[in-house]
């Protein structure tokens, strides 16, 4: 969307009272909040995290397993109000950080789910035509003696169909998290759009003016990477980077996330994605698909995973034809399961020196 100063009759508003507002029965104040541009400084953000830990907290509370630094990075974000960027490989938790950031934060979340080709319009909102037709029709009778009051009522917020981005500037009783997904499917014009929005925390519209935010929202980018982001936009960013976890996370994971809860299975599980991850395939296992294995290993009641499993266990971890075909050669399937149960071992082991020492 075309970027504008703010029109004068918007700026005219705020200091008068209009006919309409008059007619209306509107407070100043409440004119001022309903048009966006009550003081031109944004209201300071609730601090919703006392500490990392209060936040680590709400985040295990929200079944989300973070590590350390990652922890401290996410709570940096929400004190210092910078947006995050989140980038790696599909299903391993980008997504899934903003709500459990904004269940810990009690926060509602606002989610802008980007594609090639979307529109402001999509993103901010538009003017409801059909609702200003309505409305003008009722004025008719008054057009004449209060046109400008009219056109301004016009175009205003009232007549606004808004998209998230504006819904997430204009939260107020409730913290925000904004959460703007897969923005490497934006092109770059798109991209500079929310420039405007992460730093200077406005949006500028034709005909509306500009809307500052009541509150700052705390925003989660995410990116497959399809696309390299401009410097722009990462310079206003925190950078999160979300690899593959270890074995150890991933048991975590897996025993927050799924009903397994037997610790030589968790390990057996987490031990066979690691395998998977190093075994150079066109679309290694994610998380997420991990989080299916077990289901299925729930459905079945299988407490061990055995080479003669393979055919019935595929589907769920390979899913491109060479990535299928290399698992049905003989020794596959069979030399990641014998590699699974060696990360359980091992993993096991380490436990049980842990619990000795402790
Ligand atoms: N750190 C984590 N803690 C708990 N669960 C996780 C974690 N990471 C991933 N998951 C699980 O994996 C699932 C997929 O995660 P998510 O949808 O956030 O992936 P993504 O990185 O956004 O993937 P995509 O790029 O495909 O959108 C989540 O629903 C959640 O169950
Ligand atoms: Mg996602």
Request: charged fraction near 30%.
């Amino acid at each position: 969307m075309r970027r504008t100063q703010p029109r004068p009759h918007l700026e005219a508003r705020n200091n008068s009272d209009s006919s309409f507002e008059a007619r209306a029965g509107l407070s100043r104040k409440c004119v001022a909040r309903i048009y966006g541009l009550c003081s031109g400084r944004t209201k300071e953000r609730e601090v919703v995290f006392a500490s990392a830990e209060n936040l680590g907290d709400g985040l295990r509370d929200a079944q989300y397993v973070v590590d350390r630094v990652t922890l401290q990075v996410v709570y940096l974000a929400a004190r210092m109000q910078k947006p995050l960027l989140v980038e790696g490989p599909p299903g391993c938790g980008k997504t899934e950080l903003a709500y459990a950031v904004a269940a810990a934060a009690g926060a509602t979340v606002e989610r802008l789910q980007c594609y090639q080709g979307i529109t402001e319009e999509k993103a901010i909102g538009k003017f409801d035509e059909s609702l200003q037709s309505l409305y003008l029709e009722s004025q008719k009778e008054f057009l004449r003696e209060d046109w400008d009051g009219i056109r301004n009522r016009l175009h205003s917020l009232d007549f606004f169909a808004e998209g998230p981005l504006l819904r997430a500037l204009r939260h107020q009783s409730k913290p925000c998290v904004l959460l703007i997904d897969e923005i490497d499917k934006v092109d770059h014009a798109f991209e500079a759009l929310l420039l405007e929005v992460l730093s200077a925390w406005q949006i500028t519209v034709p005909k509306l003016g500009t809307i500052k935010a009541e509150t700052v929202p705390f925003v989660v980018l995410s990116s497959n990477e399809e696309r390299r982001l401009g410097d722009p936009l990462r310079r206003r960013c925190l950078y999160l980077r979300f690899e593959y976890p270890t074995v150890e996370r991933e048991v975590e994971i897996l025993a927050a996330r799924s009903a397994a809860q037997q610790m030589p299975l968790l390990g057996q599980m987490a031990g066979l994605a690691h395998a998977l991850r190093g075994w150079n395939m066109e679309k290694p296992p994610s998380i997420a698909e991990m989080l299916d294995l077990a289901h299925a290993l729930d459905i079945l009641e299988v407490k061990e995973i055995v080479p003669e499993q393979r055919d019935v266990l595929l589907p769920l971890l390979a899913k491109t034809e060479g990535d299928r075909g290399r698992l049905l050669l003989r020794e596959g399937f069979e030399g990641l399961v014998m590699d699974s149960k060696i990360y359980r071992d091992k993993l096991n082991g380490r436990r049980r020196i842990a619990c000795a020492a402790a």
